[in-house]
């Protein structure tokens, strides 16, 4: 019980200490995303990989707005990490998919990525080239100082409560997060059923 009752409170003081001006700063981002027609690519590895596939579903479906992830073909994905290695894995899916000027990069992450320790490669291989593209960079990431927290437009990082705890909460963050912004009725279009 005492667990479970401080993973509670951790996330509700996270909850509370999470910079709301930031939040709003995406949506505004992703309102004028919209209104120019650009896409979404969500990047992220492990738990965040699949939140990723989450969040495609929901921009697309409730907001109308065209969103990918390379983790919805498992197919490509590991081929490119097989034949070309996981470096480039992330990079040649944008140029394949056109990324451009439009476009806009969605990363979540837990640590961001990391040049001196070789962390997250591919992440951060997509970020220069997004930058090089002049893409725009949103990261919800758990780590401040990152390399998606140094590079992207606008980062939110999570709060850090408890050091043991980091990925979980990051990870569980990063759903909350997607779900207020296709919730807000600056980009929303339709409805969810219940």
């Known amino acids: 019980m ?26 505004n981002e992703l309102s004028k995303l919209k209104k120019r027609k650009g896409r979404i690519f969500f990047l992220g590895l ?53 990324l451009n000027k439009k476009d806009l990069i969605f990363i979540f992450s837990v640590g961001g990525g990391d040049k001196k ?29 990152g390399y998606a927290d140094l590079k992207s437009t606008k980062s939110l990082v999570i709060p850090r409560i408890n050091k043991k705890n980091i990925t979980p909460h990051s990870e569980g963050m990063q759903a909350v997060m997607w779900h207020l912004i296709v919730s807000h009725p600056k980009i929303k279009a339709h409805k969810t059923k219940w």
């Open 2 to 27: 005492k667990f479970t009752s401080s993973y509670i409170s951790e996330s509700i003081e996270i909850l509370n200490k999470i910079d709301q001006k930031k939040i709003e700063e995406f949506v």
């Open 117 to 145: 320790k070789n962390v997250s490669t591919n992440l951060i291989m997509a970020i220069d080239y997004a930058l090089k593209t002049k893409c725009k960079i949103l990261s919800v990431v758990g780590r401040k100082g």
């Open 46 to 98: 492990g738990g965040s990989a699949a939140n990723c596939s989450h969040a495609v579903n929901d921009f697309r479906k409730l907001c109308d707005i065209e969103s990918y992830t390379p983790m919805d073909n498992i197919a490509e994905f590991s081929a490119r990490v097989n034949d070309q290695g996981i470096e480039t894995s992330f990079l040649n899916w944008l140029k394949v998919s056109r």
